[in-house]
């Protein structure tokens, strides 16, 4: 602490040697950013406005080509890390997954000032590349764990100036463009782009808060405060602007389809030099990406802060809060999916027994498909016959499994159900080839007040195991999942993005971190995710396994520290539950 604090202090000889000259603008209003752990504000060193929309032009990455950069160098910093023997041996600039470059040599003959992306050249700066952090000599009393702390705060600010870059590139070059205006109806107008204008201004004041922060001291004290407070006060619009995604790709589809010269003027403002070859689909889902990043870097820089101290505690609150927009984000998009979904299962249903209720505003479907029924008593196993098994149709929902044969129409008429806590499967050891990927699936209380077994056959191995954790999530699998808090558990990062195409499935992106809880001999695996604990199926040639226990070992302490908040929540729950 002491060699921070001498740091501290020469960063701010250092800032009153170079503010000289500096343009000034309006400070922001003192309880807005206080220092960190002091409850004060220390003095800012002013930007005008003009100054500051000069630096907003000369970023030079759009916020999807700094994603895209920012996740393949995390996968190539693990691969790198992975083949070591002693992951600790690599450098700090390896440690550190960041968007960093060094810059050109050509250097801004302007007094000194943090202009945070000065180039226009498609790079960032590393925080310590900076020649007022060079300059400044506490690059010599910063202990490395420091550096990477600064570095990880230094991406978090980047960054959002990256992202607003190209939200002003969304509204100016696509929503303001006159052509458009004149083809869309107001109400289209506003199903496309949603409230993207509040999105936007909230990034700009969260930018430049962010943005005065960095300009107080070179040696950053914390964002994560700042984060906590804006996520609070104002990132609400997230939630809105996501939730209307579901209606924002349909009305996309749709006017692409039906008008021909929305289409074309898409098409040609896509060509734009400015858009970098980037589609007007990958600005619309902007805000989304940016809220689900955003947590990401603040885990990043919580397993970078001491622990204990007040820096873990705000990064601890911010990341609490961003994980709570996030997961109304989901729960938002999921809402209307779901509700459409439960309405067009509901009308292809008949019952051939007492009706159940389909529709519930707590309902939703997890996984539904073809199955083969075996016929007859156990004892005609051994027959040889295509009429051995039979085709039904299973709809599992959260609570409720609904067992079906399928009838002209396009209908289901249902024969029998049964809650899903009611479920229990069983593996069947192989017994050859007609046999292979049968199980048992037993009803404890079905349609009719009784226990009911079904021999099951699925058309592969990994869409048995599929269905067999999908009717009983309880049931042991054969990796354990980390919440037990093993020591070590095999685990698999993705280096291709996946679209889940079924319920059960989880959608990857680049750099996810998963432990693997069961995988299959034909390709798939089922993960859990680290970051958010999220489970499914996906095919395991979207990842490369960790091989390294060292690493292994650290991403789950990492994972335990980001989420203990979290597990202290759910024990304090569970004993209020208790009493």
Not at 228 to 241: A, G, L
């Amino acid at each position: 602490m002491e060699l921070l604090a001498a740091a501290l202090s020469a960063a701010c000889a250092f800032d009153q040697e170079g503010s000289a000259g500096q343009l000034t603008r309006e400070p922001l209003a003192a309880e807005e950013t206080p220092a960190a752990g002091t409850g004060q504000a220390p003095p800012a060193h002013p930007m005008t406005a003009d100054s500051w929309r000069n630096l907003i032009e000369q970023i030079g990455l759009l916020y999807q080509e700094y994603r895209d950069k920012s996740t393949r160098e995390e996968i190539e910093t693990r691969r790198l890390q992975d083949s070591q023997t002693d992951p600790e041996a690599t450098s700090p600039s390896e440690e550190t997954p960041s968007e960093a470059e060094p810059t050109s040599t050509a250097e801004n003959k302007a007094p000194p000032q943090i202009n945070l992306l000065r180039n226009s050249n498609s790079r960032f700066n590393l925080w310590q590349d900076l020649p007022e952090v060079q300059n400044s000599g506490v690059l010599s009393i910063l202990q490395p764990d420091e550096i990477k702390l600064q570095e990880a705060m230094f991406e978090l600010v980047t960054s959002e100036a990256s992202y607003y870059k190209s939200l002003k590139l969304l509204v100016s070059h696509f929503m303001e463009n006159e052509q458009l205006k004149k083809i869309l109806h107001q109400s289209e107008a506003h199903i496309l782009f949603s409230n993207v204008l509040d999105v936007m201004a909230v990034s700009e004041r969260f930018l430049l808060d962010l943005e005065q922060r960095v300009e107080e001291n070179i040696v950053i004290s914390d964002v994560c405060d700042i984060v906590y407070q804006h996520t609070v006060n104002h990132f609400s619009v997230y939630i809105t602007y996501v939730s209307n995604q579901t209606y924002q790709e349909r009305a996309y589809k749709q006017l692409l389809q039906d008008k021909p010269a929305f289409r074309d003027v898409i098409s040609q403002l896509e060509r734009d030099p400015k858009c970098k070859g980037l589609s007007f689909s990958s600005f619309l889902i902007l805000p989304f990406q940016r809220i689900t990043r955003l947590k990401l870097l603040v885990q990043n820089i919580l397993k970078k802060v001491e622990e204990k101290s007040d820096r873990e505690s705000t990064a601890l609150d911010a990341h609490k809060e961003l994980e709570t927009v996030v997961k109304a984000c989901n729960e938002g998009v999921r809402k209307m999916s779901r509700t459409e979904q439960m309405i067009s299962i509901q009308k292809k249903l008949e019952f051939k027994i007492k009706s159940v209720p389909i529709i519930s505003h707590s309902r939703w479907l997890l996984k539904q498909g073809e199955l083969q029924q075996m016929n007859g008593p156990k004892t005609s196993r051994t027959l040889r016959t295509k009429k051995l098994f039979r085709e039904i149709y299973l709809f599992l929902f959260n609570d409720l499994l609904v067992i079906c044969r399928q009838i002209p129409g396009d209908k289901y008429q249902v024969f029998d159900s049964a809650p899903r806590g009611l479920l229990r499967v069983e593996e069947l050891e192989d017994q050859g080839q007609s046999l292979a990927n049968v199980f048992i699936l037993r009803l404890l209380e079905n349609a009719d007040d009784r226990e009911a077994s079904y021999m099951l056959k699925a058309s592969s191995q990994s869409e048995m195991k599929r269905w067999m954790i999908s009717l009983a999530p309880n049931r042991r699998t054969k990796f354990v999942s980390f919440t037990s808090r093993l020591v070590d558990c095999p685990q698999i990062q993705c280096v291709h993005p996946y679209v889940a195409q079924q319920p059960d499935e989880l959608s990857l992106e680049l750099a996810d971190v998963l432990n693997i809880l069961d995988k299959t001999d034909d390709g798939w695996i089922f993960g859990e995710r680290l970051h958010d604990q999220e489970r499914g199926w996906f095919p395991s040639s979207m990842g490369e396994e960790i091989l390294n226990p060292k690493i292994r070992a650290q991403n789950l302490k990492e994972c335990f520290r980001v989420h203990k908040s979290d597990d202290s929540q759910r024990r304090k729950l569970g004993s209020r539950n208790r009493q």
